[in-house]
């Protein structure tokens, strides 16, 4: 089966131009995650999508993140307009179930610079 | 809340040496608790997990860890390191939230193997 794949691979923009990172879960994967890691930090955890509805966005850090999961498949995160500190690594992981045994499978990150 | 800290940014070890890389969490319910793997330009995968039963776990590629409640400890180790375990390795604890469990991950640990 195909894995999580996330689009870009890389993005460097300027600071108060947007930018949108995909993400395609694996299919029949209900459970999306999207967690951002600023160098040297923690891989700090954003939100949770069960199907198209939000879960959980305790982790998104202001109102120029949005996230999105139209239909229950494939998620946009859009920032706008990105700030310096918005540079990081962004990943996107899916699971089938969200117990605490389902296993997590992660894309390879989007990395974005904000120059 | 539930979390996790890994001690030391880094550890480098030589290859054939044993390789420990620590793990505390932070939790006042029993942890479920994961080790994740992360090569460069790739997503995390998972190691090994703890869940319940069995204090000592055994995951892929000779690495193992064991569960210590009186040291509120996860480590992960391996007798002999290879050159190939040259990675970023992440632990992880899942927080219950909303009927799901969120992974929530340590900075991580970056393992050098030497020659």
């Known amino acids: 089966e195909a894995g999580v794949t996330q689009f870009p691979s890389h993005s460097v923009i300027e600071k108060g131009q947007t930018v949108t990172l995909r993400c395609d879960p694996i299919s029949g994967h209900d459970n999306l995650y999207w967690y951002r890691r600023v160098m040297g930090k923690e891989i700090k955890f954003l939100l949770h999508?069960?199907?198209?509805?939000?879960?959980?966005e305790s982790g998104m850090p202001n109102n120029r993140f949005l996230a999105e999961r139209t239909g229950g498949t494939y998620s946009t995160l859009k920032v706008q307009p990105a700030e310096l500190e918005d540079s990081g690594v962004y990943f996107c992981?899916?699971?089938?179930?969200?117990?605490?045994?389902?296993?997590?499978?992660f894309g390879n990150g989007t990395r974005l610079t904000v120059t | 809340a539930q979390s996790v800290t890994q001690l030391g940014s880094h550890v480098s070890v030589s290859e054939g040496a044993l390789v420990l890389l620590r793990c505390n969490y932070s939790?006042?319910?029993?942890?479920?608790l994961f080790w994740y793997v992360q090569y460069p330009n790739q997503g995390l995968q998972l190691l090994l997990k703890?869940?319940?039963?069995?204090?000592l776990v055994k995951g892929i590629n000779g690495f193992e860890a064991e569960f210590k409640k009186s040291e509120t400890s996860f480590h992960l180790t391996k007798p002999s390191a290879h050159m190939s375990d040259a990675a970023e390795y992440f632990c992880?604890?899942?927080?219950?939230?909303?009927?799901?469990?969120?992974?929530?991950f340590g900075r991580g640990t970056s393992l050098i193997v030497h020659p």
């Open positions: 999508f069960v199907k198209e509805s939000k879960q959980d």
């Open positions: 939790s006042s319910v029993p942890p479920y």
């Open positions: 992981a899916s699971s089938q179930g969200g117990s605490y045994n389902s296993p997590l499978h």
């Open positions: 703890y869940t319940t039963g069995a204090t």
């Open positions: 992880a604890v899942r927080r219950a939230s909303g009927g799901s469990y969120i992974p929530t």
